[in-house]
T-cell receptor, first 110, second 115 residues
Framework: LAKTTQPISMDSYEGQEVNITCSHN???????ITWYQQFPSQGPRFIIQ???TKVTNEVASLFIPADRKSSTLSLPRVSLSDTAVYYC???????????FGAGTRLFVKA | GAVVSQHPSWVICKSGTSVKIECRSL??????MFWYRQFPKQSLMLMAT?????????EQGVEKDKFLINHASLTLSTLTVTSAHPEDSSFYIC???????????FGQGTRLTVV
């Protein structure tokens, strides 16, 4: 299973764009990249998933370079409610074990 | 997205008793379910993976006789913490995946406190 490395924490202000980068140097050909958000005392919530290039949904964008050894989660115009821990996961689609890394603790200030 | 329901949300039990936590996929068939444990300020730690109708596969260091997992149907998996002790107090979270789907959906978690 590919290991992921993320910054331990990040601070931002309301209205700013936040980019969280995850390194996954050992990503395999079949691996997808998935990001989850977790609030205290809640289960993780799916944010976005991608395989290559760029993926965008209503809450975030995911940028994946051609070598796929890293990925960047982009949260446009964050609000206080985006304060949470963000996890980057890498694994084979369709049946992989979801192994969590340490995650990035994002703190959004007013 | 798909919904995974976990019950109970929180439970307090006496040391030495057993506690059962349920994880249900409400609108899809979960061929694979995962159980995690999370201590305060830490990441989720995978405990075991279960496939419907098969014995669970436990991660290294997780006692299978203490944490009994049953995945008897495509919509229900249970985790039973047997002879619970205070050190078993933690946040337990399940997730479920449908065959062929690359996305895992998580339950809301169960806060277990053993006194």
């Amino acid at each position: 299973l590919a290991k992921t490395t993320q910054p331990i924490s990040m601070d931002s202000y309301e209205g700013q764009e936040v980019n969280i980068t995850c390194s996954h140097n050992n990503i395999a050909t079949n691996d997808y990249i998935t990001w989850y958000q977790q609030f205290p005392s809640q289960g993780p919530r799916f944010i976005i998933q991608g395989y290559k290039t760029k993926v965008t949904n209503e809450v975030a964008s995911l940028f994946i370079p051609a070598d796929r050894k890293s990925s960047t989660l982009s949260l446009p115009r964050v609000s206080l409610s985006d304060t949470a821990v963000y996890y980057c996961l890498v694994g084979e689609g369709g049946g992989f074990k979801t192994i969590f890394g340490a995650g990035t603790r994002l703190f959004v200030k007013a | 997205g798909a919904v995974v329901s976990q019950h109970p949300s929180w439970v307090i039990c006496k040391s030495g008793t057993s506690v059962k936590i349920e994880c249900r996929s409400l609108d899809f068939q979960a061929t694979t379910m995962f159980w995690y444990r999370q201590f305060p300020k830490q990441s989720l730690m995978l405990m075991a993976t279960s496939n419907e109708g098969s014995k669970a596969t436990y991660e290294q260091g997780v006692e299978k006789d203490k944490f009994l997992i049953n995945h008897a149907s495509l919509t229900l998996s249970t985790l039973t913490v047997t002879s619970a002790h205070p050190e078993d107090s933690s946040f337990y979270i399940c997730s479920a995946r449908e065959e062929g789907n690359t996305e895992a959906f998580f339950g809301q978690g169960t806060r277990l406190t053993v006194v």
